[in-house]
Structures are given as structure tokens and as C-alpha cells.
């Protein structure tokens, strides 16, 4: 056998096994796919930090959450319309839909509908991203951003994802999760169903070694500032609603119902919140001072949950709300 044809033999085994590779690949790939279309909700990376969204409305009657390919509802004749973007506070994760602080809002206004396109798990720039890029359709008279402490920190797993499945959706990967170069990394997450799950393997197991993934300098201060570019660039009145743990209504009487240190993380996370936005130049409102001017403690959730409030929690917040969105939809046209 001539040295030519060595390598002609060579490079047909080579082709056949990279062909056997690809389709044992796509197999898996078409596995994972099929494990994706069972989730509630599904990877969106267009626009940029959407991350995900719902497969398909969970409410019938009303708006609850954005929905992927989601058009914007007729508009009422005369009536505001004010939109709701913020995490699972805002969906009302643990409610029903109309006791969520949205729907509670829109029950102490009059002539205004308030669509709550909260989403479960979104981070800043996931509510930003759903701002920017898709409420100017819905022609608002205001858009209310709801901001809760764990927003500053990026969003890398999609919610709805089962434990043992979960599926990366991460627009940065933590250094020590990182099993490629970044951008290459980013670019499978994009692309392929397979890789998602099992860069979100390697991201648990990072966490289980006991590292906490932090967001890259000056991340939470872009969405801020992304944010309020776009309200001067369309003129769409934006309203920030900081949302701190109940827990906080009484921040002296924190620890009759959470350990000490867990009311100093709330302290310092809340901190963050504020103060960046209070520098931001949008107009917002203090979650805290709300929940302390109901004079309770706190508003504790199913299972001490210090996060999601009760029915009368989301109700506190849409009473302390009422009279700045009417306020401000006063100086709308």
C-alpha cells in the first residue's frame, strides 16, 4: 500500500467515525430536546438576558407571567394601562393570581388595567431585557419594576427545571464552572439542549463545593442604567419598587422569626437595592417603608418562607403603591 493511499485509508475511518460521533450526538440531542419541551418553561436567548420564558399562559382569564412569542392585548378604551416586571413576588408565587400585588393594585385604581408579567426566578437583567425589548409594543402608560433582593445576583438555572435535570441559561458562566472559554461555552448554551444540561451539572457541582457565584463588577448598575436610558429614549414613565423580605416591615423584630445573620444578609442585600437606584434617576418607591407602615412584623409565607409574602403581604404593597402610580399616570398624556 502506497503512503498515498495510507492516508486515504486514514482519513475514511476518520470521516466514518466523526460521522458515527454526529449521530450518536444528535440522538442524545434530540433526547434532551424532548426533555425540554416538558418544562413550563423554555430557553429564549433573543433577545439577549430574556434567558427564558413560559411555554404557554398559566392563567386563562388574566395575564400572569410573559409567555414566549407573547403579544401585547388590545387596549381598553379609556383606561391606563400599567405593566408589572419583576420575579416571583410579582407572578405571586404561593398566591393566586388575583391576590398577587398586581392584581391588587388594579382592584385600588380606577379606570387602569395592570398586566402582571412577573416571571418566577428572573434576575435584573432578565426584567430589563423584557422592558427594553418588548413592552414598547405595549404601548404603557407605566411600567412598574419590581426589584427583591436576590435580582442583584444573576440568574444561571431556568426555573421550572426539574432538580435532577436543570438546564443552564446563563448569560456569564462562573469561573470555576467553566469547561471551555467563555464565549465558546456561551455559544453551545445557545445551541444545543445537551450542553445546557450538562453545564448546569458542572455549575451544581461547583455549588455544592461550597463556592457562591457573584455577578460580574457592575452588573446590576448596567441593568439600572439600560433601564433608564430606555425610559428617557421612548418616554415611557418607568417606576422601581424596591422589595425587600417582609421580614424587614420590622427590621428590630426581625430575629423573632429568622436567625440573626439571615436579618443581616436582608439588611445588607436591601442596601444594595436602594442605593443603586436611588443614584439611578428613576423614580421608586420604598418597599420597606411600606410594609412598615402596616405596623405588622412581617407577612410570612407557607413554610417561614421570608420572601414571599401572604395574601395580605401583596396587599400591604399594592395599598402603599396606589396613590404614586396614580400620581404618576396623572402626568401621563
Request: proline share 7%; with cysteine; glycine share 8%.
Amino acid at each position: 500500500m502506497t503512503p498515498a493511499q495510507k492516508w486515504i485509508g486514514r482519513l475514511a475511518l476518520l470521516g466514518i467515525g466523526v460521522g458515527i460521533g454526529a449521530v450518536v450526538i444528535s440522538r442524545f440531542e434530540a433526547q434532551y430536546r424532548v426533555h425540554e419541551t416538558e418544562i413550563a418553561t423554555r430557553p429564549v436567548f433573543d433577545p439577549p438576558g430574556l434567558k427564558y420564558a413560559q411555554v404557554v399562559a398559566p392563567e386563562r382569564s388574566t395575564t400572569r407571567g410573559w409567555v414566549v412569542d407573547m403579544d401585547p392585548p388590545a387596549p381598553s378604551p379609556d383606561r391606563k394601562r400599567v405593566v408589572a416586571v419583576g420575579d416571583s413576588l410579582t407572578w405571586g408565587l404561593g398566591v393566586q393570581v388575583n391576590q398577587a400585588w398586581p392584581a391588587e393594585l388594579q382592584r385600588s385604581l380606577r379606570g387602569v388595567d395592570v398586566h402582571n408579567l412577573g416571571m418566577c426566578g428572573y434576575d435584573a437583567e432578565q426584567g430589563v431585557s423584557l422592558i427594553t425589548h418588548h413592552l414598547a409594543a405595549w404601548k404603557p402608560d407605566l411600567v412598574i419594576w419590581a426589584n427583591y433582593t436576590n435580582d442583584v445576583d444573576p440568574t444561571f438555572l431556568m426555573f421550572g427545571a426539574h432538580d435532577e435535570h436543570p438546564v443552564f441559561v446563563g448569560s456569564n458562566i462562573p469561573e470555576p464552572a467553566r469547561m471551555a472559554p467563555e464565549w465558546l461555552s456561551l455559544w453551545l448554551v445557545r445551541n444545543s439542549a445537551m450542553f445546557r444540561s450538562i453545564q448546569a451539572a458542572k455549575l451544581a457541582r461547583v455549588l455544592s463545593s461550597g463556592h457562591t457565584p457573584t455577578a460580574p463588577e457592575g452588573w446590576y448598575e448596567a441593568q439600572v442604567a439600560a433601564l433608564k436610558a430606555w425610559s428617557d429614549d421612548t418616554g415611557i414613565s418607568v417606576l422601581v419598587l424596591t422589595l425587600p423580605d417582609h421580614t424587614q416591615a420590622d427590621p428590630d423584630r426581625c430575629t423573632e422569626f429568622v436567625a440573626e445573620k439571615d436579618c443581616k444578609d436582608q439588611r445588607e442585600s436591601y442596601a444594595r437595592i436602594t442605593e443603586t437606584v436611588g443614584r439611578s434617576g428613576l423614580p421608586w418607591v420604598d418597599g420597606q417603608r411600606i410594609y412598615a407602615a402596616s405596623g405588622q412584623p412581617h407577612f410570612m409565607g407557607a413554610d417561614r418562607d421570608t420572601g414571599h409574602p401572604t395574601p395580605e403581604g401583596h396587599r400591604v404593597l399594592a395599598q402603599g403603591l396606589a396613590t404614586v402610580v396614580q400620581a404618576t399616570l396623572a402626568q401621563t398624556n
